[in-house]
Structures are given as C-alpha cells and as structure tokens.
Nanobody, 117 residues
Framework: QVQLVESGGGLVQPGGSLRLSCAASRSIGSLNAMGWYRQAPGKQRELVAGLTGGGTTNYADSVKGRFTISRDNTKMYLQMNSLSPEDTAVYYC?????????????WGQGTQVTVSS
C-alpha cells in the first residue's frame, strides 16, 4: 500500500505561483508512475501532469509552459506559475505501484488551490 500526502496549496493572486508537494510512504523510485490531477467544482477530475518511472513527463494542454512536474527521492512536486482563476481546484497526487501481484492506484487527500484577487 502507498500513502500519499499533499501540501502547498493555498490562496494566490492571478499571475502568482505555488509549489505543491506530494510525500509518499514508499520510495519515489519504487513507484511506476506518479501524477497530479485536479478537480474543480462541478467538473470531472482531470490529469494535470504525469511522470513515469523513467522520467517521461506529460502535461495537459491548459498548463503546458506554466506547470512543471518533478521529483526527488522522497517527494513529487508541481511548480505552478502564471496561475489564473481557471486553475482553481482541489489538486490530488496519484501514484501507480506495481508489485508482483498486480498494479494499484493510490490517491492523496487533495490540497485546495484558489486563484483569486
């Protein structure tokens, strides 16, 4: 099992920046893939940025050039720049872990990001 804990959300003005962190109960290197998702009120949860175990990244078109996903040995990060009100959502960390008995997906509890003046 993998436990994920997000941090770094908050209130920021349009044009500002935030850095989200996701701490995992297992070594980041042992995870097959990780990603950041978000869910705005009344909308479906959507992928924001993904990161494979091999280091390949992918981004939603709406955040390309503004958001950067990264990781170190202990955490995954999402650097968010040039934030706009449309980025307001609960942001969730996701991890995919594949032990010998199968692959499993895990979620954090979410962290609120509000972009408003």
């Amino acid at each position: 099992q993998v436990q994920l804990v997000e941090s770094g959300g908050g209130l920021v003005q349009p044009g500002g920046s935030l850095r989200l962190s996701c701490a995992a109960s297992r070594s980041i290197g042992s995870l097959n893939a990780m990603g950041w998702y978000r869910q705005a009120p009344g909308k479906q949860r959507e992928l924001v940025a993904g990161l494979t175990g091999g280091g390949t990244t992918n981004y939603a078109d709406s955040v390309k050039g503004r958001f950067t996903i990264s990781r170190d040995n202990t955490k995954m990060y999402l650097q968010m720049n040039s934030l706009s009100p449309e980025d307001t959502a609960v942001y969730y960390c996701n991890a995919r872990y594949c032990p010998p008995d199968g692959c499993f997906s895990y979620w954090g509890q979410g962290t609120q990001v509000t972009v408003s003046s």
